[in-house]
């Protein structure tokens, strides 16, 4: 027996909603803002929150970009702040804080031969390439000048 009218219809329109619901995907994968979820969430909780349709991807993508373990030591910072501000430290806290991060390089390394976007820390002062020093910026100065 042949399908009826209504039954074509929402077959066509199951099948539009499909594709909507694939070319959107897609897109979602291909776009500049879609950076891949950090490699130490597991799989299966990366499924469940793409999967949410009561989200934007711009606001769920942030969640996933850090490692489980950076809220954990997030929320130890924001404790160990309390207890700092309960005992009138809390600025001193944060001030150390700020210099820790500093000093341990954000957790980042640099690979040999690396060059550091400040040129005091590289050998020999080396700039990077793009960087606009002031000897460039006379020299284009007057130039144009001229």
């Given at each position: 027996?042949?399908?009826?009218?209504?039954?074509?219809?929402?077959?066509?329109?199951?099948?539009?909603?499909?594709?909507?619901?694939?070319?959107?995907?897609?897109?979602?994968?291909?776009?500049?803002?879609?950076?891949?979820?950090?490699?130490?969430?597991?799989?299966?909780?990366?499924?469940?929150?793409?999967?949410?349709?009561?989200?934007?991807?711009?606001?769920?993508?942030?969640?996933?970009?850090?490692?489980?373990?950076?809220y954990l030591k997030f929320v130890f910072w924001?404790?160990?702040?309390?207890?700092?501000?309960?005992?009138?430290?809390?600025?001193?806290?944060?001030?150390?804080?700020?210099?820790?991060?500093?000093?341990?390089?954000?957790?980042?390394?640099?690979?040999?031969?690396?060059?550091?976007?400040?040129?005091?820390?590289?050998?020999?002062?080396?700039?990077?390439?793009?960087?606009?020093?002031?000897?460039?910026?006379?020299?284009?100065?007057?130039?144009?000048?001229?």
């Amino acid at each position: 027996m042949a399908p009826s009218r209504k039954e074509k219809l929402a077959e066509e329109r199951a099948q539009k909603k499909r594709d909507k619901e694939r070319r959107e995907s897609k897109l979602r994968a291909e776009s500049d803002f879609s950076l891949r979820p950090h490699p130490e969430w597991p799989t299966h909780i990366v499924r469940q929150v793409q999967s949410t349709r009561f989200l934007p991807y711009f606001i769920y993508a942030p969640v996933l970009w850090f490692a489980p373990i950076s809220y954990l030591k997030f929320v130890f910072w924001l404790l160990l702040l309390g207890f700092f501000a309960e005992i009138d430290f809390g600025t001193v806290f944060v001030l150390f804080s700020g210099f820790y991060l500093v000093f341990t390089n954000f957790g980042r390394a640099r690979k040999k031969g690396e060059l550091s976007p400040y040129s005091v820390f590289n050998d020999n002062f080396e700039n990077m390439e793009g960087t606009l020093t002031q000897a460039q910026l006379e020299k284009e100065m007057m130039r144009k000048m001229y």
